[in-house]
């Protein structure tokens, strides 16, 4: 039987599967890198920064050019001369012990809630101190109702809205510290109503800080 003799260099070198998939699978990461990670962010943000700039940009609240919050973000006010907004439960890590936490209401570093239960007695304990605190402040009955905004926390810590009801209740307390007709202060809080979303969705609000910040803008009254 006869035999082809075949050169040894003349034969292909062994090749691994792997190798022809190297390069298509290197451009194919690169490609969805920068599609995802560079040309989609730039897209978005240049299209929010043309249609909603003032949004896109954390709806940031001025006054005298320094800026003074946000408007999605809540923040407690000093003194019986303003609106307080919900109770918050976000806290801080503890100082002295990074493995622990600390009550930090407002802290829009660390949006959070408490997490506790309806039956839970820490809750049950902190909301009956609440209303009672609450009706104290606003000059209220013992046995008067207490609009559940005003007692609860929501379930980020930083809601800037309270509900209408709750507004209204705090009124009248507002308009005497700052020595003004407590109609004025209502007809404020309604011009500062905000309707349901697209209007479905949620329930009639106030922003407190924009209230606030127009409270401020009164003449006539005092803080």
Not at 33 to 43: D, E, I, K, R, S
Not at 97 to 114: E, I, V
Not at 137 to 164: F, K, Q
Not at 188 to 208: I, K, S
Request: with cysteine.
């Amino acid at each position: 039987m006869n035999t082809l003799n075949v050169p040894t260099a003349a034969l292909p070198a062994a090749t691994s599967p792997l190798q022809g998939l190297l390069g298509p699978c290197l451009r194919g990461a690169l490609f969805v890198a920068l599609m995802t990670g560079v040309a989609y962010p730039l897209a978005t943000t240049g299209v929010a920064q043309l249609v909603l700039p003032h949004q896109a940009n954390g709806s940031l609240i001025e006054r005298g050019g320094a800026v003074v919050g946000s408007a999605l973000i809540g923040q407690w006010f000093e003194g019986a001369g303003y609106f307080q907004p919900r109770p918050s439960t976000t806290q801080a890590p503890d100082p002295q012990d990074a493995s622990k936490s600390l009550a930090a209401p407002y802290n829009a570093g660390a949006s959070s809630g408490s997490n506790l239960g309806p039956t839970n007695p820490a809750l049950i304990a902190s909301v009956q101190e609440r209303v009672a605190a609450y009706r104290q402040a606003n000059g209220l009955a013992p046995d008067a109702a207490v609009p559940v905004d005003a007692v609860t926390a929501s379930a980020s810590g930083l809601d800037p809205h309270v509900s209408v009801a709750n507004a209204e209740l705090q009124a009248a307390r507002v308009a005497r510290a700052r020595g003004l007709a407590a109609v004025q202060v209502q007809q404020l809080v309604q011009q500062h109503r905000e309707g349901r979303v697209l209007g479905l969705l949620g329930e009639p609000r106030v922003n407190v800080l924009r209230l606030n910040l127009a409270l401020d803008a009164l003449k006539g009254g005092k803080e």
